[in-house]
């Protein structure tokens, strides 16, 4: 919930009941839930900061800034063995997060130099890769966490768009995994085929 500070929410959703309420000190709201593959609730601050909550209990842990000079962080994608990974601004960054590590900065710099936005994030547990979608200036950026490695892979008649605002990966579809990538300024979403590594079609109005 947004407000100075912000509050972290949980309910049971048999009874409706409020469960939790607790301060989400040194930011005033987050735009993303994730839950890790070890069980863990992590939200993004608006401040560059990152929190996490075990469910079941009371407490929230303020892990601190993702990165430095990172103010927002915008999304987040959980990886494997209860790693998990975020899209920043200003610096249009990918770190991770491991309880072990810490944080790192696993594109080694920006996605695309000279933007400022990481907006959306999609983790595809077959390859391990990360897809990171940029703006102002649209681009989709394949990143390999193991290496740093990055690839553009957004068609270039769609650079002239605003972002790649929002990714969804839909599995155990005829033909192959897809993902779902929503671009602005146009409202349209393209399907990405992660087998064939091919753009199949393009949903127009889809917002």
Not at 68 to 88: I, R, S
Request: aromatic share 12%; charged share 25%; hydrophobic share 35%.
């Amino acid at each position: 919930v947004r407000g100075n500070p912000a509050h972290l929410l949980g309910y049971t959703v048999d009874k409706q009941e409020l469960i939790l309420d607790q301060e989400l000190p040194g930011t005033d709201g987050a735009w993303d839930l994730s839950v890790s593959s070890d069980g863990w609730l992590y939200v993004p601050g608006a401040k560059g900061r990152l929190y996490r909550h075990f469910p079941g209990t009371d407490r929230v842990e303020d892990l601190g800034i993702v990165l430095p000079g990172q103010t927002t962080v915008w999304n987040l994608a959980a990886g494997k063995n209860g790693e998990m990974f975020g899209a920043t601004y200003p610096g249009c960054r990918v770190f991770r997060y491991h309880p072990n590590d810490g944080f790192s900065d696993v594109g080694k710099g920006p996605m695309v130099e000279g933007e400022s936005y990481v907006r959306s994030l999609a983790y595809y547990d077959k390859t391990g890769k990360i897809y990171a979608g940029v703006g102002s200036h649209a681009d989709l950026i394949e990143l390999n966490p193991q290496d740093g490695s990055k690839r553009s892979i957004l068609p270039q008649e769609f650079k002239n768009k605003e972002f790649v605002y929002s990714l969804e990966i839909i599995k155990d579809q005829p033909g192959g995994d897809k993902m779902l990538a929503l671009i602005t300024n146009g409202s349209f979403t393209l399907v990405y085929n992660l087998q064939t590594e091919k753009f199949e079609y393009q949903i127009d109005e889809m917002d």
